[in-house]
């Protein structure tokens, strides 16, 4: 149950983050989509650890592996599987941990979940599980540009206390969230942000953010009125990244502080159709898109695995002191840049093809 | 596919604002339930419109007749299909919205979704849709009482610029929470929020806010790791009732200023077992609940549909001046509560159910 | 779970056979058809018991209501929620079934599966609950005449020993088998069926029987390979039907005893494309349809509740002798007749909205 | 969509028949229970090819590969991933079939339903995707076995014209069935059998039959009324492999012939508690299993690829011969008689599952 998501273009994703390896199955893409390695493998390196002082230290080259659904470069409309082996475990690393779970991490939680878990890292929790999501979340990109021309952008919007970032959601691209390593187009705050994370890792500490998301090109009528709006799905598809604690679609929080006609958006005739002066409905409502680009931000919080030593209680309640080893990210955000792109192409392939089955 | 939701305990809903009525398919409920038309009511009537001048003047009684599942007060395992017929529909009072999309609300996205839309009111898009939400999340919320002694309660957090309210959520029950009408057990701010609805309400305008909810008596281990995580469903859950904009668990926004040495819930032997000091999980550690309370909140925007005059454009393209008329509430929060309650009891319940059968 | 029935046209139905009503919910019809009662109402009819000597006498005029999802004669894309009210209820004929489980009925599993059961009829395995499914079937089947001009027609193809009937696949029309009570188009075989009937009935003893359907029009690529195929779809849907205990395409069991060479549809050029010599796949290879008229027989047992004398045991065990007194048909054969177009309708269109969805 | 079955075990195969592999991800399965390989290789060399003159000559080792959801040779909770690769591939056998499409088999209707197929074998629809089905089907029946001593045995009940075989469902062992190469534990009806398959090889041409089954140990309560009965589900689980074109549960279409007062299974009391004389329903009523064994049947055509000549017609409708290449199996019931365990194993634990999230 767990581990699906979506109804048409569906996604079944497994591995352990020390085990055989990490990997999804995409059932229902499109057949005669184009589609090659280089594709998804240009996501994956962007998810990848050990890309610098960003990130973890962890070397995983991460390289992706076809099993079925393809023939001459294109999407035969079975089943695409896509593996990539582990190869930089390191499970004694994690040894402390059978007996101390990690405050604000999963292993507790796990434990009390199934009687059981993996002896090492945090199996399902683990952001190694992400890998399947960015590589399926590819083939829904690919798919959704070549019919749609749609673009997804993300990037971070905040590290800490620092931000926003001044980005316009309009013309952002991905080349220029890549200029900086933090993946923030605003250079000055970039930098800033790049301390920020700098001084996090050096205190043995780590810090969290918010992403910003735009997705540009989208048709009007997607998304299910009621319980799968389009806005629903992102919420879920987002909050369900390991360390995500928040989600709004355009005014979110801040849109609560205005009374309605300071907040809604007015219909205007646009050469493409009617669409909105403003876009205070982050390109939804009703559940339903209006040709607007989405706008949505995802809350980061700091990642739970730190060095620095915590009082805190081992399984049996004893009080101990835990510091942990492993090797983890100081700050998700640069990584998550991808995973949160690749989500949001998850939903919106799944809700494209929902929406045209309607004919 | 739009119109149900979850996967064992699982709700199908129908009915338009206008149409013969509203209704819900609860299927998937435990037998041998004790459920009368009281449990469901109760809820029910703080849903409905009409309750004073924080809500619409809309007049529906909205007494619940339960088509089938009962029997002398049990469940009996089958299916409950609970109905309210529509009585006070003014369907002339949305003439002129045949014509004129209003801004913000789903008649555009409705119309480019369908080719179709119904000819008054906002369809499936409309507040009354929640009838049947709160109808059944009274039904699962039974069970969750009964079966565990799980206890849910939301409060209006803030209206407008108005909050946050001062509000302990390890003590807060409903009965504090409707000694105001505004639905928030803070006095002083209740006050402050009530007359921030009637300046809005006599502007002809419409004001937003925010609820906070507490799940309490919820066990360690439900909520599935990846993709239908507690969180991650709740979100889906809260951002599919009409006019929400976001969802934030514990620390949400605010927890990604914070490092994670300050972030962490260290653990703690505590008399029911292993717990933890802090709550800035919000009770959700990887996706799957630790045994504290879960605690989110779920932001509104301000009601689209407003008196005052729009300069916007109509279905044609053509610039034009909308005042609505129809019946609509000033602010959506008093009455979301009972709604933002049931999706949540929606949602524990499923949860509940998928972790029961894994033994 | 167990009352939900396809995955884009969807259903949910509800009811018991002697509580307030039974009804259905269909979510995922496209908009913009047009439909009326009397679409659905022809199909009931059919259904309707009380429609002599071959059913039961239980009266119910079974008059549809439609709650929701139509305006003006077109659906709206929202949920269709149709409901019956139950007339003629006499539970007190139940009374001794308290005590006594009806052998091969659904008494003693029910009440296995839910330790409670209601106490009057057969509950949720009432042949009442099949209203629901021919009122969403014959939506389904109006959907799919005016998209694709498909028609599906069912007859009685044996009574007892008495069969199989002389019908023609490529010609046969619900007129032609509607000229008989028993819903065979073969005059002769149906004269000496009704005796079949008429006999057990004065026996007070029933007798099974086999329908055949045709479904003509259907394009070729409908059906999922593997696991959703037409044919095993088709076998979920008609095995679900109460009282059924076998289902067969094409060949079926017969064409197990062929060699491949006599058994293979050749190839051959139609005017309307390529088409096959004969079909004894059915219409059906590898799960997909093939252009060709799907073809399937379902086989139905004798009607587990009858009137003659059973020596068997009460639920605490004891011997017992029971007389079944309530009123139920002798044979299930010419009321299942609609039962069965309606599911092979609902199969049809929910996989023609899935192929449709794939572009 | 068409690659996943099961709700709560819930399964996503993958892989073509001549690409880099075939798997399956199992997802749902219960934690803590001990599995190895060996508990599925088992299986899996039952339903290998090349076992002899009853099967095809393709070799595959077929060997598994775990890649995730075990550590210390107990189940995780999480999915498991299993692998394995292509070996012995010859697609050069299939290229006249790109011309082509071999008569009852997939590669028409592949063609028009995807628009594109593999350009060697079935792709989707060889026998080769079976092997995920038994692989998945393996593990849930260690659980079966280990949670309520369930035991499930298929076996050969006739080849051709030859048959039934004389088998008692109460005794009967898969020691018992793999006495004779065709899977029949009738030793006179087997060689029989044998000698029906060899005469069809040497002829270059196939032959059908018809597969029993056996599930001992089933407690009451199993399978949910309505649309997901136990037989319903059965059903589609077995029309589901390829070339099935028949089901039928208990008395299927002989008790057509009979009437109630010879059909009825009348209660009486065992020492378990209350049971039934006969065993008509084949353990079903009304969906829900009785605790009686579960028996059914389930009929395969001949194989479609013979290497005999046929008269067709190739894409373009041009008459040609086919003589296939190729290498195929000459019956496909002894291979299948694993793979109709796997798909009952399949259905048997998510009902169960569903059944214990009820309470």
């Known amino acids: 149950m767990s581990s699906t998501f979506g109804k048409i273009f569906r996604i079944s994703t497994f591995g352990e983050s020390h085990g055989g390896g990490v990997g999804v199955v995409v059932d229902g893409c499109p057949p005669r989509l184009a589609l090659e390695a280089a594709d998804v493998q240009s996501q994956l390196d962007r998810r990848r650890p050990g890309q610098g002082p960003m990130t973890t230290d962890r070397k995983e080259p991460d390289t992706i592996e076809f099993l079925s659904g393809l023939e001459?470069?294109?999407?035969?409309?079975?089943p695409i599987a896509m593996l990539a082996r582990n190869r930089d475990q390191k499970p004694q690393d994690y040894s402390a941990l059978n007996d101390i779970p990690r405050p604000s991490h999963a292993d507790f939680t796990t434990q009390a979940k199934y009687g059981i878990r993996a002896s090492s890292g945090g199996g399902r929790a683990s952001a190694r599980e992400t890998w399947a999501r960015v590589a399926?979340?590819?083939?829904?990109?690919k798919w959704l540009a070549a019919d749609f021309g749609l673009r997804i952008v993300a990037w971070v919007d905040s590290v800490g206390e620092t931000g926003p970032a001044?980005?316009?959601?309009?013309?952002?691209t991905r080349e220029m969230v890549d200029t900086t390593a933090i993946r923030c187009p605003d250079q000055t705050m970039a930098k800033a942000m790049e301390k920020a994370v700098k001084a996090a890792r050096k205190d043995q500490d780590s810090v969290g953010g918010v992403i910003s998301c735009v997705c540009r090109g989208v048709p009007a009528g997607w998304g299910e009125p009621v319980f799968d709006k389009m806005d629903a799905l992102l919420a879920q598809g987002m909050l369900s990244i390991p360390a995500a604690k928040?989600?709004?679609?355009?005014?979110?929080?801040?849109?609560t502080r205005l009374r309605g006609s300071a907040h809604n958006d007015l219909f205007v005739q646009k050469k493409e159709g009617l669409g909105t002066l403003t876009n205070r409905s982050g390109g939804v409502q009703g559940g339903i898109t209006n040709g607007e680009p989405i706008v949505f931000r995802v809350a980061f919080k700091p990642p739970a695995t730190i060095g620095t030593a915590q009082q805190t209680a081992d399984f049996s309640g004893a009080e101990t002191t835990l510091e942990a080893r492993g090797r983890h990210d100081p700050c998700v955000v640069p990584r998550a840049v991808p995973i949160v792109e690749a989500m949001a192409a998850l939903v919106l392939a799944d809700l494209a093809l929902i929406q045209r089955a309607r004919g």
């Open 136 to 141: 399926a979340g590819a083939v829904a990109e």
């Open 246 to 255: 928040g989600f709004e679609i355009g005014s979110g929080f801040s849109g």
């Open 72 to 78: 001459n470069g294109l999407t035969l409309g079975s």
């Open 166 to 172: 001044d980005v316009d959601p309009a013309t952002v």
